[in-house]
C-alpha cells in the first residue's frame, strides 16, 4: 500500500514536470514563430519600400518613385543629376506628396524641387513644364529676393520644409522623381 502511494506519488510529480515542460516548449516554439513572422514581415516591408531601382522609393499614392539626394548642386546641375538617372527634380504637387517626402528627410538641409520661374518671373512651373496648382511656400515667399530667386526648395529653416525661391547657383540637395516601373 504505501510503495503503491509512494509511486503514484512520483508518477504523479514526474507526469507534472513532463506536462509543463511540454508547454513551456509550445510556447516558446509559438513565441519564435511569431518573432521570425514578425521579423520576416519587416524585412519584405523595407524591401517594398526602398526598391531595387537605386534606392528609389516608391510613393504608395501615385505612379511615380523619389530619391533625395544628399550631395550638393546648383539647381541646373540638379536638373543633370535627375536627368542622368532617368529622372527629373520632383514635382511636388499634392500636400500629402510633400508630407511623405518630408518624412523621408535624414539630413536637415535645403532641398531643390521642380518648382522654378527661370523662364518667366512669377510664372512658376514644374519640372514637367505645368503651372504650380497646389503650393506650399513659407509665409513671404516666393520673395525673389534681389530679384534673381527663381529655383525652389524645400527650406529647412521650416519645420514643415515649406517652400522658398533661392538662388539657382546655390549648391544644395536635391530630390529627383521619376516613374515607378511595375
Ligand atoms: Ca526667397
Avoid at 516548449?25 to 520576416?40: D, L, R, S, T, V
Avoid at 524591401?47 to 548642386?73: C, D, R, W
Avoid at 535627375?82 to 536637415?108: E, S
Avoid at 514643415?160 to 516613374?179: A, H, L, P, Q, S
Amino acid at each position: 500500500m504505501i510503495i503503491s502511494s509512494r509511486y503514484f506519488h512520483i508518477s504523479y510529480v514526474v507526469r507534472g514536470f513532463a506536462i509543463g515542460d511540454q508547454t513551456s516548449c509550445i510556447e516558446n516554439f509559438k513565441m519564435a514563430n511569431f518573432i521570425i513572422i514578425c521579423i520576416g514581415f519587416l524585412v519584405a516591408a523595407s524591401a517594398v519600400e526602398v526598391s531595387a531601382q537605386g534606392g528609389y522609393i516608391k510613393y504608395p499614392n501615385g505612379p511615380n518613385m523619389y530619391k533625395l539626394y544628399t550631395v550638393q548642386k546648383s539647381y541646373k546641375d540638379a536638373q543633370k543629376a535627375c536627368k542622368a538617372r532617368g529622372a527629373h527634380l520632383a514635382d511636388v504637387k499634392t500636400k500629402d506628396l510633400h508630407n511623405f517626402l518630408v518624412k523621408r528627410i535624414k539630413k536637415k538641409a535645403d532641398y531643390w524641387i521642380g518648382a522654378n520661374d527661370i523662364n518667366a518671373e512669377k510664372k512658376w512651373k514644374w519640372s514637367d513644364k505645368t503651372e504650380l496648382k497646389y503650393t506650399n511656400w513659407y509665409p513671404g515667399q516666393p520673395n525673389n529676393l534681389r530679384g534673381n530667386q527663381h529655383c525652389g526648395l524645400m527650406w529647412h529653416r521650416d519645420q514643415g520644409y515649406r517652400w522658398n525661391d533661392d538662388f539657382c547657383n546655390k549648391k544644395k540637395f536635391f530630390i529627383c522623381e521619376k516613374t515607378a516601373r511595375g
